[in-house]
T-cell receptor
Framework: DADVTQTPRNRITKTGKRIMLECSQT?????MYWYRQDPGLGLRLIYY???????NKGEISDGYSVSRQAQAKFSLSLESAIPNQTALYFC???????????????FGSGTQLSVL | TQLLEQSPQFLSIQEGENLTVYCNSS?????LQWYRQEPGEGPVLLVT?????EVKKLKRLTFQFGDARKDSSLHITAAQPGDTGLYLC???????????FGKGTKLSVKP
């Protein structure tokens, strides 16, 4: 079984719909992240959480919200989806290593979201 | 804003050839990481380089961190089709001290 599991793997939705992407991990890591990947733009950070009570905005948080339901679960919501949110979304976890220079990210397999 | 620029953006070569891809910045990074992403999967960490001038080897892959810690390179010897993928470099930076990623080099190795 994968250490970082994302559901669904693929999703097609319509403009204006609310949608939730889910992420669960069995690595026991405190830190969890949501990224989106667009061709030619690389990976961009949406939100991150260092523990259950800690939620932080990333580079591109507008139009998104998150919930950290437990150490192992971090979900991403699009309250009213729009076509330019069509992208590949990744959840990642980290144990922060022995310091920021040693932080290693472990990624899920991604959710391909299409907003029509 | 710290940026990581990767080059080339695309690279298509034949099996057995050697190649080098680059990750450059005008800013100093405390460390740089390289990830490989295969189609349909998330990125997987290959290596972290920390010390200026450091060289690390992972089988046929050689990673180097520039002396000034502003750039890094990845050299692949005798490329194989299994090396095909998107190679991403990442470093701690930005206003929030999180990992920032370059846009990647998409490598295709043909048999």
């Amino acid at each position: 079984d994968a250490d970082v599991t994302q559901t669904p793997r693929n999703r097609i939705t319509k403009t204006g719909k609310r949608i939730m992407l889910e992420c669960s991990q069995t690595k026991g890591h405190d830190r969890m992240y949501w990224y989106r990947q667009d061709p030619g733009l690389g990976l961009r950070l949406i939100y991150y959480s260092f523990d259950v009570k800690d939620i932080n905005k990333g580079e591109i948080s507008d139009g998104y919200s998150v919930s950290r339901q437990a150490q192992a679960k971090f979900s991403l919501s699009l309250e009213s989806a729009i076509p330019n949110q069509t992208a590949l979304y990744f959840c990642a976890t980290s144990d922060a290593g022995t310091g920021v220079t040693n932080e290693k990210l472990f990624f899920g397999s991604g959710t391909q979201l299409s907003v029509l | 804003t710290q940026l990581l620029e990767q080059s080339p953006q695309f690279l298509s070569i034949q099996e057995g050839e050697n190649l080098t891809v680059y990750c450059n910045s005008s800013s100093v990074f405390s460390s740089l990481q390289w990830y490989r992403q295969e189609p349909g999967e998330g990125p997987v960490l290959l290596v972290t380089v920390v010390t200026g001038g450091e060289v690390k080897k992972l089988k046929r892959l050689t990673f180097q961190f520039g002396d000034a810690r502003k750039d890094s390179s990845l050299h692949i010897t005798a490329a194989q089709p299994g090396d095909t993928g998107l190679y991403l470099c990442a470093g701690v930076g930005g206003s929030q001290g999180n990992l920032i990623f370059g846009k990647g080099t998409k490598l295709s190795v043909k048999p």
